[in-house]
């Protein structure tokens, strides 16, 4: 914070300079420019007498009433006079005291000036903002030094922060990103009721965050024992449908499933959390057990690998992919086999990919190769069915690729098996 202070004041006597200087300046100039004015007027004066006198002594030299000898005596003693005038008027006039009155009246400005953006920024500026800040800075790096020791960060700083912010948002209420920082404090703390408090003040804030909603959920799981409710339920369903690869909320979504006995719907949610975030991470080694553990209860109250792998699965449709005549393809070319919406968006609801030489094959689609959980097979009655060959093995179609479709396809009516054959260049 002093060094805060200290460029404050500094860039502060630096502008005072620049302000001051040039009216500093111009003030001294002109002073100097009126006392040479008076002096040139009262010299200009003597001189003038001075020539009156040695007009009268030429007179008087003419005449005869005074001889040479006289004459060059007294014009010797009017250029003294001249002279001792001309230094008499310099001595006499005032000193300059404009260049010293100049700087006293800066430095009292300058200090006046200093101290007014002291207080003023005291007042009204942010320098317990800039308090906030050094905190957590430096919470956040004797934190990372303890977890690198092996040790478990000390509360007291995390508690010091919240302090802070809390002093703050006495003043400043709706500032969004304190109240955000106070939650994820409170999680830290394990005091879940303040960070569920402090998630809705920021919900309040920014009501479509579904960040927010998923965190505000997870606190509200945790402050309730580790149970969800439907208060929870509707949160995750929010989130899930703006952010359908959200993993706390897909985690949370598989514990609700879980408790229910849903086995299927507990481990589809929670291989979707697996495949965003790793097997070998943490999280994804923890959810891998879970996953094992719903597996097991599901085939000790009588499921079938059949009816796990159908319900995983979710919707699914064979296509059996084959080559016309006159086709030229390369064997090692990929062959990029889907399924998209019929007459609707071109993001593929699902898609698999096979190599010109594995033709002719069944491809199996099903919801698990959706690119999104919004936008699969099972979103569709009606799908459109596409094989196509790529030259540049790019999923992007291309002129002088070869494809083969077929659509509209019911999915509620159509067998297990379609046929698509490629027998058509792209223009």
Known sequence: MMSLWVGASLLSVIALVFLFWPLLRQRKEATTVALATEVNARLEENIRLFREHIAELDVQLADGRIDQIQYDQLKLEQERTLLDDEATVRAALPANNNGKFGIKTFAVVAVLAIVSAWGLYHHLGSSADVEVRQAQELKQQLDAEDIKAGRNPDPVRTREVNRLIEARLADIPDHLQYWFFLARNYMELNEFDKAVNAYQQVLQ???????????????????????????????????????????????LAGINAFSKKDYVNAMKHWERVVKLVGEDTPTGQSLSAGIERAATLYFAEGGSVENLERARNGRQIGIHVSLADGVKAQPDQVVFVYARAYQGAKMPLAIDRVKVADLPRVVLLNESMAMTPAMSLGSFDEVEVVARISNDGTATAK??????????VDLTTSGPVVNVTIDRQVK
Do not use: H, Y
């Open 399 to 408: 002129p002088g690729d070869w494809e083969g479709s077929l659509g509209p």
């Open 205 to 251: 804030r920014d009501k479509e965050s579904a960040m927010v909603m998923a965190e505000l959920a997870q606190a509200m799981f945790l402050r309730e024992g580790r149970q969800t409710n439907p208060e929870i339920n509707d949160l995750v369903a929010k989130v899930l449908k703006a952010e359908p690869d959200n993993t706390m909320a897909l985690g």
